[in-house]
């Protein structure tokens, strides 16, 4: 099972870095170095997972049952197990998500390295949050382990769920933009009071980040990997959602007009079908159902 396993990595992984270093969208966008990243990362897996697959006995795998499902459809059988779904959905996720974490993490991460030497403290402070944000989300994309316990339970099956949590990146939102105006901006100025002010976003996004450390390497959209009960998620259960979406406001007060208020109204409609999807994907896991009895609030602790 374990050469099988690897083999079928092999074969899967490599066409979604053809898919990826071909596809004109991912061509034109991302920078060469999430392109050599990921053929990095695959002549990795290439040497060393032989070493890990000997010492580590394995169950199948989802490229095994893509590969077993593929074989199906050239007998005609269209007809998908649970866990062939989940394999299929979760390479769909990983396609579009990973090399999107991967640009962000290197945006980020040249411009921490552009801010050490022309410095602002709030800007810093910003960049060093997104990019330790979206290496983790990187890194879980990628890693799918069992001593990591971050096992794809099951994918968000629904058009509604994808669609909520895919027009938030590029390049859909970009789409979006063309048409609802976004006035939110991070480095907004807010006279006397900008200092305070950049503190509280400042704050707001730790809480946000304090949630992608809680999920780990569980972290990733669209899925369950195991229910998640650690701060922040023990106050309320969507504080990563509220804390961006507060973060947007704020900047939002010193620009503030009636169709970037809708823009926003918009957008925060977005996040809350997004959570709403969520819950309805996690409640089919019981874990779920016994952590919503215990975090009654979605949002605002004691009132919603």
Known sequence: ?????????????????????????????????????????????????????????????????????????????????????????????????TPLML???????????FLLNHFNWFGFALTSIFMIDTFIFGFAYLIELKF??????SVEPTFL???VAI???????????????????????????????RVLIIF???IYLSATFSLGAKASNLTNRGIVTKFPYSIIRHPAYVSKNLMWWITLIPVMSWKFA???????????LRAYTEERHLSQDQDYITYKEKIKYKFIPYIY
């Open 1 to 97: 099972m374990s050469f099988k396993n690897y083999i079928s990595n092999l074969i899967i992984f490599g066409f979604s870095l053809l898919f990826v270093r071909t596809f004109p969208y991912y061509v034109d966008y991302l920078r060469e170095e999430v392109q050599n990243t990921l053929l990095y990362i695959y002549f990795a897996y290439l040497i060393l997972a032989p070493i890990y697959y000997y010492f580590v006995k394995t169950e199948t795998n989802k490229s095994v049952l893509i590969i077993q499902y593929l074989r199906k459809l050239l007998t005609w059988n269209i007809h998908t197990t649970k866990e062939e779904k989940t394999a299929i959905l979760f390479l769909l996720v990983k396609l579009f998500f």
């Open 262 to 272: 809708i823009g926003m109204f918009f957008w925060s409609f977005i996040y809350y």
């Open 161 to 163: 769920g994808w669609f």
């Open 148 to 153: 990591l316990n971050n096992i794809v339970k």
């Open 204 to 206: 707001l996004i730790l």
């Open 167 to 197: 027009i938030c990146y590029p390049p859909f939102n970009w789409l979006i933009g063309d048409h609802i105006e976004w006035g939110a901006n991070d480095y907004a100025t807010f006279g006397i009071y900008t200092n305070f002010v």
């Open 103 to 113: 640009q962000f993490f290197f945006q980020n991460f040249h411009h921490v390295k």
